[in-house]
């Protein structure tokens, strides 16, 4: 949806001039990470919107321009971010996030490459079936894999869980309540035995969306605290570890799609 005369989509409030032919998106869930990562794309990025949750900066890399988009949290944020998005003419979206690892492998700072989402979300299934695959585009996957290869940023290639809830739907007793609704209890160890690697909340929105929409999605996780050895507690050291080894990884694979032979 558009507002009249400016042409702007009406969350993100943005119009095509803004973005001046953007194709790529790096999106953060929390919109004071944008300024971080537009600015290691490009040091003179500028801030071109805020409204609500959605901020958008614009970066120049090799005469292209890149968006950094926030998505605030969980599915109905980011489903509306993508979709907006989408209706300006972006085609690439790499979510740029943070994790819960659930494996005794995984540690802080590690960065996890979803492959595919397990749909907890509770938003992608009114642009698709519960049965339709959460998967990512293999081009962002090859690319993220790269870019932690040159980084030298540990990485996993798997499989997320992305929760409609930080709290019960990912089986944390530090809830308000104190306990865990019976229907999520057990879910961890279950999610273990099925070959999950972590939990987080928007991966499977942005994979879902984007192969409905033809786009190219992809998600690079920082991981943050590991619930197999850590529990529920997260510590600072380890978020700005986390985040920013989920950045450095984003960044290199954006400028490794763009010098591909299909980079336009
Ligand atoms: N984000 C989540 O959704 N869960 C975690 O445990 C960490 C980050």
């Known amino acids: 949806m558009q507002m009249k005369k400016s042409g702007k989509v009406y969350h993100l409030n943005l119009n095509k001039d803004q973005i001046q032919g953007a194709k790529y998106v790096l999106l953060p869930g929390d919109p004071f990470r944008c300024e971080a990562i537009a600015k290691k794309l490009n040091i003179q990025s500028k801030q071109i919107a805020w409204k609500r949750e959605y901020r958008t900066w614009l970066s120049k890399v090799n005469d292209k321009s890149i968006l950094t988009t926030s998505t605030g949290i969980g599915?109905?944020?980011?489903?509306?971010?993508?979709?907006?998005?989408?209706?300006?003419?972006?085609?690439?979206?790499?979510?740029?996030?943070?994790?819960?690892?659930?494996?005794?492998?995984?540690?802080?700072?590690?960065?996890?490459?979803?492959?595919?989402?397990?749909?907890?979300?509770?938003?992608?299934?009114?642009?698709?079936?519960?049965?339709?695959?959460?998967v990512a585009h293999y081009r962002v996957i090859n690319a993220l894999v790269e870019?932690?290869?040159?980084?030298?940023?540990?990485?996993?290639?798997?499989?997320?869980?992305?929760?409609?809830?930080f709290y019960p739907g990912q089986e944390r007793k530090e809830s308000f309540l104190g306990f865990v609704p019976r229907r999520f209890q057990g879910l961890t160890d279950e999610l273990r035995r099925?070959?999950?690697?972590?939990?987080?909340?928007?991966?499977?929105?942005?994979?879902?969306?984007?192969?409905?929409?033809?786009?190219?999605?992809?998600?690079?996780?920082?991981?943050?605290?590991?619930?197999?050895?850590?529990?529920?507690?997260?510590?600072?050291?380890?978020?700005?570890?986390?985040?920013?080894?989920?950045?450095?990884?984003?960044?290199?694979?954006?400028?490794?799609?763009?010098?591909s032979k299909n980079g336009d």
């Open 75 to 134: 599915g109905p944020s980011t489903s509306i971010a993508i979709d907006e998005l989408a209706q300006l003419g972006v085609k690439v979206f790499i979510r740029v996030g943070t994790t819960g690892a659930i494996r005794k492998k995984v540690n802080i700072g590690d960065v996890i490459i979803t492959s595919g989402a397990v749909r907890f979300d509770g938003t992608s299934t009114q642009y698709a079936p519960i049965e339709y695959p959460a």
């Open 194 to 259: 099925l070959n999950v690697l972590c939990y987080e909340m928007e991966a499977s929105v942005v994979l879902t969306l984007c192969s409905v929409m033809r786009l190219m999605g992809g998600c690079v996780l920082g991981v943050i605290l590991n619930r197999y050895k850590d529990g529920e507690k997260i510590a600072l050291e380890d978020l700005e570890k986390g985040e920013e080894n989920a950045i450095k990884v984003a960044v290199r694979a954006i400028k490794i799609l763009l010098s």
């Open 147 to 165: 870019a932690a290869h040159q980084q030298n940023v540990p990485y996993y290639v798997g499989i997320a869980a992305s929760c409609a809830t």
